[in-house]
């Protein structure tokens, strides 16, 4: 291994880690031997993922905590449980987001449609995929720049934190124009705002050697449904979807010496699509 991309006696906090890029994620950064502190609402899962985790790096060192990234109060108890038990956190992915289906629908009415689009969903949704950065960045990135040890911030947003949706992917046959399901306004805005973030952090803890950065992936392929597929195919120069573990060796570069001189970027991997 290049010993730039060696994490070893590095510690990593993952927030929303129990999903399919925080699985991903965890992968990575165990192969650059980080230890691990994987954190999540769904406590039962992190569960399932550290045994599976260990059955590939049996060596490695993991723990878990549930979190809930929209709390303050569950941050900072999780800050306080991490340094009475002496780890202090060289690096932070803010991951945890919700990703609500499109044919989130009662009927035939889509309740994605920006038009009836839920206030309390709004609200709630933000609060995971955006708050929850800002939150996790103030406790653990000031602490960061505090002990003054240099760290890493990553956040990752998507490909439509710089294009917009086309809603046309998701359109079905014998469906009104005005019912037809859409990618929610909430995931553009989230995305988006995450890339503000990102720049905002990475120059704010100036002489501290704190970076920040964001990855925004295109989308990956989880057996959708064929007709989707092949729409949002065409729309990639390269004409395929991402595979989940294509990401992995960009989670390593970000968190790494590798890219030591990268501040403030917004990493775009999406086979293409943004530049066409």
């Not at 999540?40 to 060192?61: A, V, W």
């Not at 992915?93 to 945890?96: K, L, V």
């Given at each position: 291994m290049n010993e730039k991309f060696n994490l070893k006696n590095k510690t990593a906090l993952?927030?929303?880690?129990?999903?399919?890029?925080?699985?991903?994620?965890?992968?990575?950064?165990?192969?650059?031997n980080?230890?691990?502190?994987?954190?999540?609402?769904?406590?039962?899962?992190?569960?399932?993922?550290?045994?599976?985790?260990?059955?590939?790096?049996?060596?490695?060192?993991?723990?878990?905590?549930?979190?809930?990234?929209?709390s303050k109060s569950s941050i900072l108890r999780l800050h306080e449980q991490l340094q009475q038990l002496g780890i202090n956190i060289n690096i932070l992915?803010?991951?945890?987001a919700l990703n609500p289906k499109v044919e989130k629908n009662h009927g035939n009415k889509s309740f994605t449609r920006f038009e009836s689009f839920d206030l309390e969903d709004w609200n709630l949704e933000l609060a995971v995929g955006l708050t929850g950065a800002f939150l996790c960045s103030q406790v653990f990135g000031s602490d960061m720049a505090k002990k003054r040890k240099g760290g890493c911030i990553l956040n990752i947003a998507s490909d439509l934190s710089v294009i917009a949706p086309d809603q046309r992917i998701y359109m079905k046959d014998k469906i009104e124009p005005e019912n037809q399901a859409v990618k929610p306004v909430t995931y553009s805005v989230i995305k988006t705002g995450l890339v503000g973030?990102?720049?905002?952090?990475?120059?704010?803890?100036?002489?501290?050697?704190?970076?920040?950065?964001?990855?925004?992936?295109?989308?990956?392929y989880t057996s959708q449904p064929d007709d989707f597929v092949i729409k949002l195919s065409?729309?990639?120069?390269?004409?395929?979807?991402?595979?989940?573990d294509e990401y992995r060796a960009a989670i390593q570069f970000l968190c790494s010496d590798a890219s030591s001189y990268m501040n403030g970027h917004n990493l775009v991997i999406d086979g293409g699509r943004s530049i066409w």
């Open positions: 993952i927030t929303g880690a129990a999903g399919l890029l925080g699985e991903e994620h965890a992968l990575a950064l165990l192969s650059s980080c230890n691990l502190i994987l954190t999540d609402i769904q406590f039962r899962k992190l569960k399932e993922l550290k045994k599976f985790l260990l059955s590939q790096y049996s060596d490695s060192n993991i723990r878990i905590f549930e979190l809930d990234v929209t992915i803010n991951n945890a973030l990102t720049k905002y952090l990475a120059t704010y803890w100036i002489g501290s050697n704190i970076r920040c950065n964001s990855l925004s992936p295109g989308g990956i065409n729309l990639i120069p390269l004409g395929r979807m991402a595979k989940k």
